[in-house]
């Protein structure tokens, strides 16, 4: 057993009274207080002081992308990845993908993201990688392959399918290549030209077939959806999650009491958060200006969501470009804030709340829950931006601080 006394434990919902966490076996074992003494705890526990800093769950990003590399056009390069296995060979194309997932993960970690839901990958690759995953890593939850429409939002990746047979087969072959969670393509998306983000991808029967067979096997599902429409109809097929839900129209978001009313109990993912250091090309800031996907216009989804009591959990949309970066969660929480929803609740987005979203026993520090932990400078329900700055980050009570930590 060891112990972790900080100044503060945000424990995924709130501050608590108490300053020492004990873990055991990978797990949380109790939540107390008790007056530094030396680097004892209970029953002579070896205990680690971490002066100044507040204990809190390992975050949650519920919205990546590991195979994409976050470089230019990364998504429209995983489309390549079939040409790649007929010239490189299979073998070196899935050695490829699996350096890149796990650079993906090795830059969560650093970030204190300790488990993360991958929601779109070439032919299952994830899921396939998972197989044979080394230790070390934070936690994936994975849809394999996102179905989409015929020419639809990330056609490129291998999902394309049309009708609502089609749709229950495709639902089949990810629930027995192991995935956790079906991703669907509701509406378009800005990174594949062609699609909409003003109109649903499917019909309500083939979105109603998904949710059924979905259901069936025991999966969540959870409905990429930018347009009101899309979100309507996500709501009226029974998804249990919706990816971005920006409600857009020709006339900008549309957010009213009864969509709100329809939210109940669908986890919402905005995925807010950026990498402003980068410089935007024209082309890209044209195709997002003419989707309706401003910076403003996410904020005003995502605010006005979180007013009305919607389920929010906190997604980056890392790997897609340049922007979106993997390791971006804590952006993406200080920019909840920015848009106006408290610190506190902010930090829930990325802790209790998500791991709700996704099952996993993790999220919050209690007994049982997964020793998943991250240790910040100062307070985060007050300043977010420590999030920014990890002192230690633990994977089942395990120091795994990328380059050493101060509190071994």
């Given at each position: 057993?060891?112990?972790?006394?900080?100044?503060?434990?945000?424990?995924?919902?709130?501050?608590v009274?108490?300053?020492l966490?004990?873990?055991?076996?990978?797990?949380?074992?109790?939540?107390?207080?008790?007056?530094?003494?030396?680097g004892?705890?209970?029953?002579?526990?070896?205990?680690?002081?971490?002066?100044?800093?507040?204990?809190?769950?390992?975050?949650?990003?519920?919205?990546?992308h590991?195979?994409?590399?976050a470089?230019?056009?990364?998504?429209?390069?995983?489309?390549?990845l079939?040409?790649?296995?007929?010239?490189?060979?299979?073998?070196?194309?899935?050695?490829?993908?699996?350096?890149?997932?796990?650079?993906?993960l090795?830059?969560?970690l650093?970030?204190?993201?300790t488990?993360?839901?991958?929601?779109?990958d070439?032919?299952?690759?994830?899921?396939?990688?998972?197989?044979?995953?080394p230790?070390?890593?934070?936690?994936?939850?994975?849809?394999?392959?996102?179905?989409?429409s015929?020419?639809?939002?990330?056609?490129?990746?291998?999902?394309?399918?049309?009708?609502?047979?089609?749709?229950?087969?495709?639902?089949?072959?990810?629930?027995?290549?192991?995935?956790?969670?079906?991703?669907?393509?509701?509406?378009?998306?800005?990174?594949?030209?062609?699609?909409?983000?003003?109109?649903?991808?499917?019909?309500?029967?083939?979105?109603?077939a998904?949710?059924?067979?979905?259901?069936?096997?025991?999966?969540?599902?959870?409905?990429?959806?930018?347009?009101?429409?899309?979100v309507?109809?996500a709501?009226e097929?029974?998804?249990?999650?919706?990816?971005?839900?920006?409600c857009?129209?020709?006339?900008?978001?549309?957010?009213?009491?009864?969509?709100?009313?329809?939210?109940?109990?669908?986890?919402?993912?905005?995925?807010?958060?950026?990498?402003?250091?980068?410089?935007?090309?024209?082309?890209?800031?044209?195709?997002?200006?003419?989707?309706?996907?401003?910076?403003?216009a996410?904020?005003?989804?995502?605010r006005?969501?979180?007013?009305?009591?919607?389920?929010?959990?906190?997604?980056?949309?890392?790997?897609?470009?340049?922007?979106?970066p993997?390791?971006?969660?804590?952006?993406?929480?200080?920019?909840?804030?920015?848009?106006?929803?408290?610190?506190?609740?902010?930090?829930?987005?990325?802790?209790?709340?998500?791991?709700?979203?996704l099952?996993?026993?993790?999220g919050?520090?209690?007994?049982?829950?997964?020793?998943?932990l991250?240790?910040?400078?100062?307070?985060?329900?007050?300043?977010i931006?420590?999030?920014?700055?990890?002192?230690?980050?633990?994977l089942?009570?395990?120091?795994?601080?990328?380059?050493?930590?101060?509190?071994?």
């Amino acid at each position: 057993m060891i112990g972790l006394r900080a100044e503060r434990i945000f424990d995924g919902e709130r501050i608590v009274d108490g300053n020492l966490v004990l873990i055991e076996d990978g797990k949380v074992v109790a939540l107390t207080r008790e007056d530094p003494q030396g680097g004892v705890g209970p029953a002579g526990v070896e205990v680690r002081e971490l002066a100044g800093c507040t204990i809190l769950p390992g975050l949650i990003d519920a919205h990546v992308h590991l195979t994409a590399d976050a470089g230019p056009g990364a998504l429209d390069r995983l489309a390549n990845l079939r040409i790649a296995a007929q010239t490189a060979g299979l073998a070196a194309t899935r050695r490829a993908l699996a350096a890149t997932i796990e650079q993906s993960l090795r830059l969560h970690l650093a970030a204190g993201v300790t488990t993360v839901r991958d929601l779109g990958d070439p032919y299952d690759a994830v899921l396939k990688w998972r197989t044979t995953a080394p230790g070390g890593l934070p936690t994936v939850v994975a849809s394999g392959t996102p179905i989409t429409s015929r020419g639809g939002h990330c056609w490129g990746l291998g999902g394309e399918v049309s009708g609502p047979d089609a749709i229950r087969a495709a639902v089949r072959e990810r629930a027995a290549n192991g995935a956790d969670v079906v991703k669907i393509m509701a509406s378009g998306g800005v990174m594949t030209p062609g699609s909409d983000t003003m109109s649903p991808q499917f019909t309500l029967e083939e979105l109603a077939a998904a949710v059924d067979e979905a259901h069936a096997h025991g999966l969540p599902i959870t409905a990429h959806a930018h347009a009101l429409s899309a979100v309507r109809q996500a709501i009226e097929a029974g998804v249990d999650g919706i990816e971005h839900c920006t409600c857009l129209t020709p006339d900008g978001v549309v957010i009213d009491d009864g969509l709100i009313a329809g939210l109940t109990g669908i986890a919402v993912c905005g995925t807010l958060g950026s990498d402003r250091s980068i410089v935007v090309p024209p082309e890209i800031l044209e195709l997002v200006a003419k989707a309706g996907l401003s910076a403003a216009a996410l904020q005003q989804a995502v605010r006005r969501l979180s007013d009305g009591g919607v389920r929010i959990v906190a997604g980056s949309d890392g790997g897609i470009g340049p922007a979106k970066p993997h390791g971006l969660l804590p952006a993406t929480l200080a920019e909840y804030v920015e848009a106006g929803i408290p610190a506190t609740a902010a930090l829930i987005t990325g802790t209790s709340s998500a791991a709700d979203a996704l099952h996993v026993p993790k999220g919050r520090i209690r007994p049982g829950a997964d020793a998943d932990l991250l240790v910040v400078p100062g307070d985060p329900t007050t300043d977010i931006s420590t999030l920014a700055a990890p002192t230690a980050v633990y994977l089942a009570g395990q120091d795994v601080t990328p380059g050493g930590s101060a509190a071994r």
